[in-house]
């Protein structure tokens, strides 16, 4: 039975830190109109919905409460945040058989109210959590979507703006791959209002580019994993990550973001979920968008896409 989608209404699948930090991004955001939390205990979820709730009057009028799977049938968007945490000495791909277990509780329940809007998968590792729903769900590739490297991207322009002192907003550049430690800078296709890197990193009195641009790519990638170790977790730069792709989706915008989504022939990459620039708008994703890789960019990316392909090939779905 295909159920009505509502286009303001969004459902967020687990009430913990990345859960819950999101609800309040996206309350502020004013997408929507109506907002339902679930997570296996009701009264946390319950809980972050009043709380967050008592902020409405300082952003704009809503609704949000705690809800069960009958509740999120006609959202325009379902995300998908529940599953373990990253512990300080786990990578992220060290989560794939306990958040996979959770994906087979959560997906089967979420078909089975007839959804038609857009799947949001966050949980890690997000690009695998990615394929896993897609395989569970049956649901057309272009509607389930991965978080993929568009909070690595952010932290990327970050660390960029603060190098060459130019607002982070005029930086264009990308993470690839996996989102973990096998991820890309593509720095080939990187530029800041148009004028290559190196040439404005020289503007700027910068003139290492190699070693600059190796030790920038180190920090990024190890960024979570020392504020996992200062602060237990990781939450409000994914938040606002999740309210960037909401924002694309709801307004149509059609904007290209480094969303995780199926992969079928770019780069020689095949039948796996990869974090890839993408057009992502109203429908989900409408196609990946090509960039210009180095041969060695291009190596590294395959190998990325190998480290992933050899996971799910032993996953049992």
């Known amino acids: 039975m295909k159920i009505q989608t509502n286009p303001r209404k969004a459902a967020i699948i687990g009430c913990g830190f990345v859960g819950s930090s999101t609800a309040f991004a996206l309350m502020q955001s004013r997408l929507f109109t109506e907002m339902v939390l679930l997570d296996v205990d009701f009264d946390k979820a319950d809980g972050e919905a009043m709380d967050i709730a008592h902020g409405i009057p300082f952003a704009g009028q809503m609704k949000i409460y705690a809800g069960n799977y009958e509740d999120i049938a006609d959202a325009a968007i379902i995300i998908v945040t529940a599953g373990a945490n990253q512990k300080p000495d786990e990578t992220r791909l060290d989560l794939v058989n306990k958040n996979v277990a959770v994906y087979k509780s959560i997906i089967p329940r979420i078909t089975e109210q007839g959804f038609e809007g857009i799947l949001l998968v966050v949980s890690n590792p ?25 909070l690595d991207t952010a932290r990327l322009k970050y660390a960029l703006s603060e190098h060459l002192g130019v607002d982070s907003r005029n930086l264009h550049s990308f993470i690839i791959g996996e989102h973990g ?26 003139f290492n580019h190699t070693q600059a641009m190796r030790e920038i790519a180190e920090d990024v990638k190890n960024s979570a994993y020392e504020i996992i170790e200062k602060k237990d977790a990781t939450y409000y730069g994914i938040a606002m990550s999740i309210r960037r792709i909401c924002e694309s989706i709801v307004r149509d915008e059609k904007s290209i973001l480094p969303v995780s989504a199926m992969i079928h022939g770019n780069y020689g990459i095949d039948g796996i979920a990869l974090s890839m620039p993408a057009i ?3 429908s989900g994703v409408e196609t990946h968008v090509p960039i210009s890789l180095s041969d060695s960019e291009t190596e590294a990316l395959k190998r990325s896409a190998a480290t992933i392909q050899e996971i799910v090939s032993q996953l049992d779905l």
């Open 126 to 150: 997000v690009d695998i959590l990615t394929y896993v729903a897609v395989k569970l769900s049956g649901f057309p590739e272009k509607r389930v979507i991965g978080s993929g490297t568009v």
């Open 181 to 206: 430690d096998s991820e890309i800078a593509a720095w080939s296709s990187t530029n800041v209002s148009g004028i290559p890197l190196d040439d404005f990193c020289e503007m700027r009195g910068h």
């Open 280 to 282: 992502v708008g109203a």
